[in-house]
């Protein structure tokens, strides 16, 4: 499967994004899903994921409350909705495939192992 992400942009600091991860060569449905953010220069972080078939999520407790995870598996797409964005949400943000076809959700970049592009989020003050 390939990911491409998409939504990123400038945004004030109290606004909203929706990123998109559009996926092709393969079946959504089959993988745990998950957006990571990276600033450059810095590790990677966890940011959320979600199960193949959206019952389950996990975000970490920096988004907790103001980013929510979902996919649409008939359109093959992952989405990440971000509200109450600060400057500290500024980062490179990663959507990727588990590739361990199921079982727990995972905060470890290590157990993904399709990543899309970048998309960059900026929150001004």
């Known amino acids: 499967v390939q990911l491409q992400a998409s939504g990123g942009g400038l945004v004030q600091a109290g606004g909203s994004l929706r990123l998109s991860c559009a996926a092709s060569g393969g079946t959504l449905s089959s993988y745990n899903m998950g957006w990571f953010r990276q600033v450059p220069g810095k590790e990677q972080d966890f940011v959320a994921a979600?199960?193949?078939?959206?019952?389950?999520?996990y975000y970490a407790d920096s988004v907790e409350g103001r980013f929510t995870i979902s996919r649409d598996n008939a359109k093959n797409t992952l989405y990440l909705q971000m509200n109450s964005l600060k400057p500290e949400d500024t980062a490179f943000y990663y959507c990727?495939?588990?590739?361990?076809?199921?079982?727990?959700?995972?905060?470890?970049?290590?157990?993904?192992?399709?990543w899309g592009q970048g998309t960059e989020v900026t929150v001004s003050s």
């Open positions: 979600i199960s193949g078939s959206g019952g389950r999520t």
């Open positions: 990727a495939a588990d590739g361990r076809r199921g079982g727990w959700l995972s905060h470890y970049p290590i157990d993904y192992d399709t």
